[in-house]
C-alpha cells in the first residue's frame, strides 16, 4: 500500500489518470444525474437532448439490455487487454490448490504463500501424503487453514488414487473432490485446460447485478443467466474482464464512478465517487498505479509484480 502510481503506465491507467472515462461520464451527465446512454434505469432523462424521460417509458428490453452487455464486455477488453487469472500456477494442479487456498483470502495472499507450498509438495502425491499439521503452518496466512489443509489432502489423495494424479478436466469430475466447487472447477477449466466457463464470485455477482444483466443472488442462477447473454467462446475473458474491474474501479463499498470507462454504459453511474479526482483515488492494482496480485504476472501485464510475503502489500 501507499505507492505512488508508476510511471510505467498503461491504457487503463492512462484512462482513468490523464483523461478519466468518468469526466466523460460526468460531462455527458444528462439532467437525471446519470450517464446518457446508461439505459432505463439511468433515470429520467434521455441521450440526445437531456429532455425528461416520460414516466411512462419502457423499462429496457430483453435486445437492448444484451446488445448493451456485449458492449460493456468489448469496452472492458480495450481497457483491460491484458485480463487473466490472478493467481500465479504453472500448471491445473497448481491452479486447483491455488483457488481452494483463495477462498475467504485475496489472490495476493495466496500468491504470497503458494511458493513455500508447492516447493515442498511438488505434486498430489507428495500433497496427500503431508502431515497435516506441517500442512497447516504452511498455508496458515491463508486463513481457515485446518479446514483448507483437510481439503487439499483430500483432494490430492483422490487425485492420486481416481485419476492417476492427475487433474481431471470435466466439471462433473471437479465437484466431486473434497474443497472443489462449481466456481473453483470452473477457473480451472478455463484457465488450465482451455474450456470456456464463468467464474461467478463476489465481484463478478455484484457487477452484473449493478449492470442489470440479471437480479438473480444465487451465483448458480447468475451464471445460466449470464451465459445466455455471451457466446460460450468469451465465458472465461468475461469472467476475468468482470473481476478485473470489480476489484479495481467498481468496488463493493466505495465503487470510482467517477473514473470509470464505463460509466455511459452503466444504469448504476452514481451509486460510488462521481467526483473525477476523488474518484481517481480509489482505483486500485495498476489502475492506481500499484503493484498487481500475482508475483509472476503474464508479460503483458502493465503494472507491477506483487511483492512476496512479508513485503508490505498492495492495494487491495
Ligand atoms: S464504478 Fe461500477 S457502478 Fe460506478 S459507473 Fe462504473 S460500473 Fe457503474
Known amino acids: 500500500m501507499g505507492e505512488q502510481p508508476s510511471a510505467k503506465s498503461n491504457k487503463a491507467a492512462k484512462g482513468a489518470s490523464a483523461k478519466p472515462a468518468g469526466a466523460k461520464a460526468a460531462s455527458a ?72 487456498l483463495s477462498a475467504q483470502t485475496t489472490d495476493l495472499r495466496v ?32 486463513g481457515f487453514f485446518r479446514a483448507k489443509a483437510r481439503s487439499l489432502i483430500g483432494l490430492s489423495t483422490a487425485l492420486r488414487d481416481r485419476y492417476d494424479g492427475e487433474v481431471p478436466g470435466t466439471l462433473k469430475d471437479l465437484v466431486t473432490l473434497p474443497g472443489v466447487g462449481r466456481k473453483t472447477a470452473n477457473v480451472v477449466l478455463g484457465n488450465a485446460f482451455g474450456v470456456p466457463g464463468l467464474t461467478v464470485d463476489t465481484h463478478f455477482g455484484r457487477l452484473v447485478r449493478r449492470w442489470k444483466w440479471t437480479d438473480q443472488e444465487d451465483p448458480e442462477k447468475v451464471e445460466a443467466e449470464i451465459a445466455a447473454i455471451f457466446p460460450k467462446s468469451e465465458w472465461t475473458m468475461l469472467s476475468h474482464r468482470i473481476i478485473f474491474h470489480g476489484r479495481r474501479v467498481c468496488h463493493s463499498r466505495k465503487p470510482a464512478c467517477g473514473a470509470c470507462p464505463i460509466a455511459h454504459l452503466c444504469p448504476s453511474y452514481g451509486e460510488g465517487e462521481t467526483d473525477p479526482e476523488k474518484a481517481r483515488k480509489l482505483l486500485k492494482y495498476e489502475m492506481g498505479g500499484y503493484p498487481g496480485q500475482r508475483l509472476s504476472p503474464p508479460p503483458d501485464y502493465p503494472g507491477k509484480p506483487a511483492p512476496p510475503l512479508g513485503t508490505p502489500a498492495g492495494a487491495e
Open 111 to 142: 500468491n504470497q504463500t503458494t511458493p513455500a507450498l508447492f516447493a515442498k509438495y511438488p505434486t498430489p502425491e507428495d500433497m496427500a501424503a503431508a502431515v497435516p499439521e506441517e500442512l497447516e503452518q504452511v498455508i496458515r496466512p491463508t
Open 29 to 100: 451527465k444528462p439532467a437525471g444525474g446519470k450517464p446518457a446512454d446508461a439505459g432505463p434505469a439511468a433515470g429520467s432523462a434521455t441521450k440526445s437532448t437531456g429532455a425528461k424521460r416520460p414516466k411512462t417509458a419502457k423499462p429496457e428490453s430483453r435486445l437492448a439490455m444484451v446488445r448493451r452487455a456485449r458492449r460493456i464486455n468489448r469496452e472492458l477488453a480495450d481497457v483491460y487487454p491484458y485480463a487473466h487469472p490472478e493467481l500465479d500456477f504453472r500448471d491445473p494442479f497448481e491452479l486447483l490448490v491455488a483457488t481452494v
